[in-house]
């Protein structure tokens, strides 16, 4: 049972992109107003994330790590309209995280429990194994994954062949939370070997915190140069920031390009093909910078297509990508006229 469950975990959590991911979506899913992200070792040795979210119910702490268990459907025809205000829905990644991970140690304290957090710690299999009551402050989560793939050799050497590769790979994956939510204050570190710890990124947070700050928090002021507001209303609304149709930075930056379905973010590369060409047809040779966020109902959509919910499918996925192309070439020609 326990190979099973590994073979099956295997496809949430495939690489550290896959683990912060997890972790800080249901951060984000808790309600959070501030969350922190540590690496030791470029996440080698432990990714930590932190939180001020709601925290888990003491109801909760055996089941939170067992397969399928989530707090998020109470009951299956919210499975269509889900994703509205939960990123995850299916109760699969704290599972699979303790098939991967050496050990998987959750702290939690909800505003109930508040000063008396718990420290629970979960085996192999999502059983809790032990549990204390530890005081420190903790209002939220705080989860920590000690030595992914410690326990799948090929992933393991896979991992420190290409750490700061994929340690680089996950903090840019980061980047589409730490822009897209705003109301968030996320803060990035790593902690090196020897011990000290380094800030990374962080973001302010806050309810007068716009998309716009977080670019010039990630990116320094340049995140904002040649930007202009994208904003388009119909039955959809596609809302973020573009280069505008004479600066972008100069260059291509095709590495600074994020969609959003719903905050959620999408891999979809026929609207990304869109955009390009269409501010290439402006703009002769870049891509531009582009945050969007595609509001769509929810009976448009299939958050439900593969395991990390990063390909969505979207009914009138063709037809969204004809308006897209046709708003955005309106756009640049009124930026210009
Ligand atoms: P899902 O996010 O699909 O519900 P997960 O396996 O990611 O499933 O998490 C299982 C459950 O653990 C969640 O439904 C939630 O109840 C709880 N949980 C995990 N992380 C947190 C957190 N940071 N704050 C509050 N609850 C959490
Ligand atoms: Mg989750």
């Known amino acids: 049972a326990s190979d099973i469950h590994r073979i099956t975990s295997g496809q949430v959590i495939t690489d550290l992109v896959s683990v912060v991911k997890e972790l800080v979506e249901n951060s984000i899913d808790a309600g959070s107003n501030k969350i922190d992200i540590t690496y030791s070792n470029y996440g080698l040795d432990l990714i930590e994330v932190t939180d001020d979210g709601r925290g888990i119910d003491p109801a909760d702490f055996e089941l939170v790590c067992l397969k399928h268990h989530t707090s998020k459907l109470s009951d299956f025809k919210q499975l269509s309209e889900i994703g509205v205000s939960t990123l995850g829905f299916r109760g699969e990644a704290m599972s699979s995280l303790c098939s991967i991970a050496s050990s998987v140690i959750v702290t939690t304290c909800t505003p109930k429990q508040y000063p008396r957090a718990t420290q629970l710690e979960y085996n192999h299999m999502g059983v809790l194994k ?69 800030l990374l990124m962080g973001t302010k947070g806050g309810p007068k915190t716009t998309i716009l700050d977080n670019l010039i928090s990630v990116y320094g002021t340049n995140g904002a140069y040649g930007l202009v507001p994208l904003d388009i209303e119909m039955n959809l609304k596609f809302s973020g920031y573009i280069s505008n149709s004479s600066f972008g930075l100069g260059r291509s930056s095709s590495d600074r390009q994020f969609l959003f379905v719903n905050q959620r973010p999408i891999t979809m590369k026929k609207y990304l093909k869109t955009i390009n060409e269409v501010y290439r047809s402006f703009n002769h040779i870049q891509n531009p910078v582009i945050v969007l966020n595609i509001e769509l109902d929810y009976k448009y959509l299939d958050v439900n297509v593969t395991p990390d919910k990063r390909i969505v499918m979207i009914h009138n996925e063709e037809l969204i990508n004809e308006v897209l192309r046709n708003e955005l070439i309106n756009f640049y020609q009124k930026q210009i006229t």
Do not use: A
């Open 130 to 198: 032990n549990k204390k009551v530890v005081v420190g402050g903790l209002k939220g989560t705080n989860v920590k994954i000690t030595k992914m793939f410690d326990n799948l050799p090929v992933r393991k050497k896979n991992l420190i062949k290409n750490l700061k590769k994929e340690f680089h790979k996950s903090v840019n994956f980061l980047m589409n939370y730490l822009i897209i939510y705003p109301n968030i204050r996320f803060t990035i570190f790593n902690t090196n070997s020897q011990g000290r710890k380094h």
